[in-house]
DNA sequence: TTTTTCAAAATTGTATACATTATATTTATT
DNA sequence: AATAAATATAATGTATACAATTTTGAAAAA
């Protein structure tokens, strides 16, 4: 109901993302641009083309005889994702604080800090969903604050392939002991790191931000330990090799 | 006379990232399909294919309404993407260092190392041409040290940016008062690098590769600065904004 | 039974025709 | 004359037909 005047091909993307994220391709095997179109229910033109942009997001892999297939994460793959996405965010820090940020975007980024406060002690008890919200909002700004387009646009890149995102399956973890303790103290850390980039204080943001994509770390690796146990609809889990 | 046998798409790509990178379609203007594809001899199928692949690569952008154009870099733009481009390759070369390296690729490290020196020292001065093949070696050497393959996946795409690759208009800058000299320094920079990834000192890597990056960035805007005078063909020079 | 060869089938790569949308030009109106 | 509307033109977006390649499967040979 939403594809209404949606391009073929932002169609396609949509759909096909979707679709690999939640596993649907699995096996390596390569995907058949017929059957695909045929199940988006578009032609093979615009497929081809979700297809390659997926291939450059890195969620696709081509095949050396022609077509594509699946690409397949290691749970490495998806640490190392996560620890260059906190370098690269790292980078936008200390670039922030070395140039300054206009007071305009300061105040922005003070306003999500508080509306995450608000999430974190609502009334009755936390607020997953605007907290996820306000965590990602945070984190945009973040890339914003460092006045180079070329960062901001590497750190989407490398936040969109699977589980890297600093919003990802944040709202399945409430299993993970102490996790409302964990959501203090990475807001502690957003502080911090505002606090920071308004300083000048280059070296310390850097520093400050590595150490927050950690927690992200931290919680991917519960996420694999106790994955049986836990709902297994997180978009991208699917795409991390068992073994 | 090298097109035989390659794709109809891999020419277009080619000889359409060329094009663009001699500045041929400056002007912000959208670049017609049905002329380009005309002028590179293939049809609009595979032209549109590696159009949307060098937008990508960040070389062309869209246009909200419809095709694309040539993307304009500032000085600013492309001094972030060589600093990016120390950023990532930092992180690499800590990865490595935290990491281990194995005993193999050390040797082919030293191996390429000992081809600068032999470069730097010929016999009838400076091999251009060798150290600039060698430099390249060393940093894509670097890049498979990370042991990731999203690292250095992302260093190959930083590195692919007008200009930011680690031998971009290496051989033009004779002109550079004590350029030999800095080139030594540059050597002994490397071999910093993989001392200290040797011993397993991931900071001092990281940090010594930032610096190394910063070599890049002096002879960036050397470069920038008595563009007038140098022979105007350097790849990528044409998008920098004159501004 | 295993391997090799060859042909048929299916799939991807490419070109092109068509539909749709944006742009340019002209005409009408203020 | 300047602006707005309308039409004509040209461009991109999409579908599909065709060509080239790969994959599959069967038949023949080892």
Excluded: W
Excluded at 115 to 127: F, P, Q, V, Y
Excluded at 161 to 179: G, K, W, Y
């Amino acid at each position: 109901m939403s594809d209404r005047n949606l391009s073929q091909l932002d169609h396609a993307l949509l759909e096909l993302r979707s679709l690999v994220m939640n596993g649907e391709f699995s096996g390596g095997q390569r995907l058949s641009e017929v059957a695909v179109a045929k199940q988006l229910g578009t032609s093979r033109t615009p497929l081809r083309q979700a297809m390659d942009r997926l291939v450059a997001e890195g969620l696709l892999e081509r095949i050396e005889t022609g077509g594509c297939r699946v690409a397949t994460f290691t749970r490495d793959d998806i640490a190392d994702a996560i620890e260059l996405r906190g370098v690269i965010e790292g980078t936008a820090a200390r670039m922030a604080a070395e140039r300054g940020v206009s007071a305009e975007l300061l105040s922005q980024a003070n306003a999500v800090l508080e509306g995450i406060d608000r999430a974190i002690k609502a009334s009755n008890g936390l607020n997953f969903e605007c907290y996820v919200h306000r965590n990602a909002e945070f984190h945009t700004l973040l890339a914003k604050f460092s006045g180079s387009a070329l960062v901001q646009r590497e750190i989407e890149r490398v936040s969109m392939l699977p589980l890297a995102s600093p919003s990802a399956f944040l709202s399945e973890q409430a299993a993970i002991p102490d996790f409302v303790d964990s959501l203090r103290y990475a807001q502690r850390q957003h502080r911090a790191i505002v606090e920071a980039i308004t300083n000048h204080e280059g070296a310390r943001a850097e520093a400050l931000v590595r150490e927050h994509a950690r927690l992200a770390l931290i919680n991917f690796n519960y996420l694999t330990d106790v994955q049986p146990t836990l709902v297994n609809d997180v978009p991208g889990l699917a795409l991390v090799a068992s073994t």
